[in-house]
């Protein structure tokens, strides 16, 4: 495990190990400029030799985006987030709003002029459950640059090159038949399909591609005529047509026809984010590596790696060192919480008033979100308990289960947005 180094004039260092820092501190040669992710600013030298280039690697995800700094030269993992983002809470968010809405208008019964054909989007405009992930992510590659010397960025850009799966002849037989044959398309059909067999629906199996109109009954490599099937189903259909073998089911036939021929909606949304904060990485100044999901996978296998958020960023593009150094990284695990709501009152479920918000955000100098060390000296609660604090307002605070006052508090982290916690060790 790393910890990032500034010298004293706060200009970004190359990481050192844990062990070293914590000699630093100890003889006063360094101080703790900040704890997540943990950085330490150097006392005593300013002018110190040049340090080494790395690449902050990104793998956006719907859910999840796995980042990870990799030090060119040596192709070693110095630093590995994972950030949580919140995209459904504010898809959720907003759809209570509107609901509110609608109903109040309602209720009101007044007359006004619609509005919605007037309003116009800025350019390069996302919805703002995409636009959040988007900020999240720039947001940690800013601070990443803060923090440790970057020359260059990688970002898996596409999950799945979809036309060229509608298309296999797009780019020629040189594709078809290259490294990455066949790792694209079976990346897609386990996205599409949840990795269970579509005819059993059985997981944590093997999986093989079946078609699902066999090519000696007419049927194509075209991706809508594949599927995933375990080894005895792909056995037992044999090269029966569909209709024939799952001819006492129809349920089952229904619901494979159907999934085969849908789009991936979810990819499509995400892909469209990706090419949104491709642009935005480009506006860094920084140099720009693309790499698809096949590529990534393709990477990972070969290097006999374990499948991991941070680890998939660590392999995104071609740009991964065949020796990869993941020992004894620890992965950040950062949780987007938001910064609060601005509105000015909560309602109940009809719509109705109940609460104001505090004029005030601050009491006895924290505020909502700030990670706090608690000693807390006799009492139910005795002990030290470390956390994300929940003021109260004449009372005391919120600590996870614990209450306890703020006189028994010091701040570690204040708030940011991000609730933090560390991953397990990777050994291997």
Not at 167 to 184: M, V
Not at 188 to 212: D, G, N, W
Not at 309 to 316: F, G, I, P, S
Request: net charge positive; glycine share 8%.
């Amino acid at each position: 495990m790393h910890a990032f180094v500034l010298d004293r004039h706060r200009k970004p260092l190359t990481p050192c190990r844990m062990a070293r820092a914590r000699i630093l501190l100890k003889r006063g040669r360094a101080a703790v400029f900040r704890r997540f992710p943990f950085t330490i600013v150097l006392k005593d030298r300013g002018d110190v030799p040049a340090a080494r280039a790395h690449r902050i690697k990104i793998d956006p995800g719907s859910k999840t985006t796995g980042i990870a700094v990799v030090q060119e030269a040596t192709g070693r993992v110095v630093a590995a987030v994972e950030v949580s983002h919140r995209g459904q809470a504010i898809t959720a968010a907003l759809d209570s709003r509107r609901a509110l809405r609608r109903g109040r208008r309602a209720r009101k019964t007044r007359y006004r002029k619609p509005r919605f054909d007037n309003r116009t989007r800025r350019e390069g405009w996302l919805p703002p459950s995409i636009e959040s992930r988007v900020a999240n992510v720039l947001t940690w590659v800013a601070r990443l640059r803060r923090s440790v010397p970057v020359t260059a960025l990688s970002q898996e850009l596409v999950k799945f090159d979809l036309h060229k799966e509608q298309d296999p002849e797009i780019s020629g037989a040189e594709y078809q038949q290259g490294t990455l044959f066949g790792s694209e398309l079976r990346e897609y059909l386990l996205e599409k399909f949840r990795r269970t067999c579509a005819y059993c629906s059985k997981t944590e199996v093997p999986l093989q591609i079946e078609h699902i109109v066999p090519r000696s009954k007419g049927g194509t490599d075209r991706v809508s005529n594949l599927a995933l099937a375990c080894a005895p189903c792909n056995r037992r259909k044999g090269n029966q047509p569909v209709e024939v073998f799952l001819k006492s089911q129809p349920e089952v036939l229904e619901r494979i026809l159907k999934q085969a021929r849908a789009p991936l909606k979810d990819a499509t949304a995400v892909n469209a984010a990706r090419w949104e904060l491709f642009r935005r990485l480009q506006a860094t100044g920084l140099p720009v590596e693309c790499g698809s999901g096949g590529r990534t996978k393709f990477n990972r296998t070969t290097r006999e790696l374990p499948k991991a958020h941070w680890l998939d960023a660590a392999c995104v593009g071609a740009s991964t060192p065949e020796g990869l150094d993941v020992k004894d990284v620890r992965p950040l695990l950062v949780k987007a919480c938001g910064h609060g709501k601005r509105n000015r009152c909560w309602t109940d479920a009809h719509g109705f008033p109940i609460r104001h918000a505090p004029r005030k955000r601050f009491e006895k100098g924290f505020r909502t979100g700030d990670i706090v060390r608690a000693v807390i000296p006799h009492g139910k609660f005795e002990g030290v308990h470390v956390g994300r604090i929940a003021i109260r307002f004449g009372q005391n605070f919120q600590l996870g289960e614990v209450s306890v006052h703020p006189r028994h508090l010091r701040a570690v982290h204040r708030a940011d947005g991000y609730a933090y916690s560390l991953g397990e060790t990777l050994n291997v």
